[in-house]
């Protein structure tokens, strides 16, 4: 069973700038590069929605919520995803979860809680 786990949340000002990791520990490099990796976010109340995601081949796509303000990377020698919070505001206060699938496979991480406040 794969393992990934978020780092990075925590407490962010509205206009600041935050970023979250995803490490899949137990996958090896061969694997990793053939998945899709994303991240979603669930705020309270509301349902679970993506917020971008990266490509086995790089290509991406976004929220448009997030969109010009938030950025997904991926270092494939790490087994690691990234995502760039810039210019946070109140509304992207959520728990955010790291997902990687391919067909037939899907993980999930257990998520971070990232809180923008001033």
């Known amino acids: 069973q794969e393992q990934l786990v978020e780092s990075g949340g925590g407490l962010v000002q509205p206009g600041g700038s935050l970023r979250l990791s995803c490490k899949a520990s137990?996958?090896?490099?061969?694997?990793?590069?053939?998945?899709?990796m994303a991240w979603y976010r669930q705020a309270p109340g509301k349902q679970r929605e993506l917020v971008a995601e990266i490509l086995s081949g790089g290509g991406t796509n976004y929220a448009d919520s997030v969109k010009g303000r938030f950025t997904i990377s991926r270092d494939n020698s790490k087994k690691t995803v990234y995502l760039q919070m810039l210019n946070p505001k109140p509304e992207d206060t959520a728990v955010y979860y790291c997902n990687s699938r391919r067909t037939g496979s899907e993980y999930w991480g257990k998520g971070t809680l990232v809180t923008v406040s001033s």
């Open positions: 137990r996958m090896i490099f061969s694997t990793f590069i053939t998945y899709t």
